[in-house]
T-cell receptor, first 112, second 114 residues
């Protein structure tokens, strides 16, 4: 079964410090990976996806196929980055069916 | 405004009393899905639908039913709710379920089953 692992439930850093949220996946094919973010009392929203190679709100994530990882990084954390972050993996589950599997999430707290 | 809506937002009910949580999207998306979010377990997919009249089980479908009679609506039905279905539920939609598509999430429905 496809799996997404986020090893850290909680991550706490100080403002201005670098932050890295880890994500590992298990999939033998070409993965489609995403990071979603959920700010307090708000709905989940897409932060970035690996296929776009974009940087959103200062965050970047690089797909490392050798290590099967898709870690989320930001060089200088801000207090407004405090949120729950979910790594997700999309894959074709057979025929034209497409499924999205989420990790268990990492709660990031950026302290002043 | 393009969005996914869910109703109700909060619901407290008792064991065994059938309930339906509605989900509607106004973006003409083909793909819709339901997730439940539980502390320590993250988001788990309950059911998904690739298009009208096409639905399939996700990772935790037991105790739930869905229907997709129209493209815009994807209700979640709990025929006989139990306390272990107390959770935060999210509906989401995607244009066509392609790998590169963004999932648009609803605001969530917090369900408590006593």
């Amino acid at each position: 079964a496809q799996r997404v692992t986020q090893p850290e439930k909680l991550l706490s850093v100080f403002k201005g410090a670098p932050v890295e949220l880890k994500c590992n996946y298990s999939y033998s094919g070409s993965p489609e990976l995403f990071w979603y973010v959920q700010y307090s009392r708000q709905r989940l929203q897409l932060l970035l996806r690996h296929i776009s190679r974009e940087s959103i709100k200062g965050f970047t994530a690089d797909l490392n196929k050798g290590e099967t990882s898709f870690h989320l990084k930001k060089p200088f954390a801000q207090e407004e980055d405090s949120a729950m972050y979910y790594c997700a993996h999309g894959f074709n589950s057979g025929g034209s069916n497409y499924k999205l599997t989420f990790g268990k999430g990492t709660l990031l707290t950026v302290n002043p | 405004e393009a969005q996914v809506t869910q109703n109700p937002r909060y619901l407290i009910t008792v064991t065994g009393k059938k309930l339906t949580v509605t989900c509607s999207q106004n973006m003409n998306h083909e793909y819709m899905s339901w997730y439940r979010q539980d502390p320590g377990l993250g988001l788990r997919q309950i059911y998904y639908s690739m298009n009208v009249e096409v639905t399939d089980k996700g990772d935790v479908p037991e105790g739930y039913k869905v229907s997709r009679k129209e493209k815009r609506n994807f209700p979640l039905i709990l025929e006989s709710p139990s306390p272990n279905q107390t959770s935060l539920y999210f509906c989401a939609s995607t244009p066509a379920g392609r790998g590169t598509d963004t999932q648009y999430f609803g605001p969530g429905t917090r369900l408590t089953v006593l």
